[in-house]
């Protein structure tokens, strides 16, 4: 099997990489080829294999795309893209990025012909929907994406699902929740903090939190979102029917129980690193966030958290320890 992952250099896409050269197989087949995409080269320490061929360029180039796709790998992971603040304060990046890449990867996979149709797997987002949200939100609530972002987002799953249609790619949009905890430098997005409120106190550093501790959105860990994406190269693409694209599971939980989850997993001493600093901007933001939805056509198809109790039944302490494991070697202590 040959497969393909472009953005390969972001965070996710670094740990599917190295999750696929550990595994070696994918959709119970040999991995025989890992190709690596990205608009930037990797640094040094990103290959995760000797063997992955690294490829840099613009996949909404034609030519590049087309030349990535001349050895037809059978599984594709599109997960090219910018942040919701880049998305909003560069208009015409955001769309070159998030939306462009799409269309180009889905038509050099159309050019390729000769009956060609792999599995590609995009990484979508809950920012397709808008408000105003109920308590939960259905799988079927309207797309209304009230950013930039969430537009392209939408824009992506609609050409994705008529693609598939035209049987161009076999295609499976998942809407990750929001992932956390995220390793690296801080981010100052509109979700960021969620993150830096646990990375940045358990590395012994002050993080500001801008917004109540009443606040609740949707999360997952980077250990979940790997999972789903393996899963979702999976699984047979006639279960999905014409709707290709479906939410992720995820954790629902509040700042407070962020708070709570990192002093019973690390301490008190830990949590005092924490200062808040209200921003109303940021404050307004937070109001729009969705909190909680069903994911029961994702259940139904075999999505699992990872095996650490994340799911509907897990808690955020989860979370924490999972990045514990995975970002900080498993050798964090109080």
Not at 117 to 126: G, N
Not at 140 to 167: C, I, N, V, W
Not at 199 to 226: M, Q
Request: aromatic share 8%.
């Amino acid at each position: 099997m040959k497969v393909a992952i472009v953005g390969a250099n972001g965070m996710i896409g670094r740990k599917l990489a190295a999750w696929l050269a550990t595994s070696g197989q994918l959709a119970g087949r040999e991995i025989e080829s890992l190709i690596l995409v990205d608009a930037l080269p990797p640094s040094s320490d990103a290959n995760p294999s000797p063997q992955a061929e690294i490829e840099t360029g613009d996949i909404a180039n034609a030519r590049f795309a087309e030349r990535i796709l001349a050895g037809r790998p059978d599984a594709i992971f599109h997960l090219a893209a910018t942040v919701m603040g880049q998305a909003e304060s560069d208009f015409p990046a955001g769309y070159r990025i998030n939306f462009d890449t799409t269309r180009g990867l889905l038509d050099a996979a159309r050019r390729v012909g000769e009956g060609y149709c792999p599995r590609l797997v995009y990484a979508s987002s809950t920012a397709v929907y808008g408000t105003p949200y109920p308590e939960v939100i259905p799988e079927d609530f309207f797309h209304t994406p009230q950013s930039s972002y969430g537009t392209q987002k939408a824009m992506s799953e609609l050409l994705l699902a008529d693609y598939t249609r035209r049987g161009f790619v076999d295609g499976i949009g998942i809407r990750l929740p929001t992932i956390c905890v995220r390793p690296g430098a801080p981010t100052y997005g509109s979700s960021g903090f969620f993150s830096n409120i646990v990375r940045e106190p358990l590395a012994g550093r002050e993080a500001v939190l801008p917004v109540r501790e009443s606040v609740r959105h949707w999360f997952s860990s980077p250990r979940a979102a790997v999972a789903y994406l393996v899963h979702a190269a999976s699984i047979d693409g006639a279960r999905l029917g014409e709707r290709r694209s479906l939410t992720m599971p995820g954790i629902s939980a509040t700042v407070g129980e962020e708070i709570a989850a990192l002093r019973t997993v690390a301490g008190d001493k830990v949590v005092k690193r924490i200062r808040h600093e209200p921003d109303p901007a940021m404050e307004a933001i937070a109001a729009g966030l969705p909190q909680r939805f069903t994911t029961d056509r994702a259940d139904a198809l075999g999505f699992r958290a990872d095996g650490l109790g994340l799911g509907p039944e897990g808690s955020f302490d989860d979370i924490i320890r999972i990045h514990i494991e995975d970002d900080l070697g498993g050798t964090w202590a109080r």
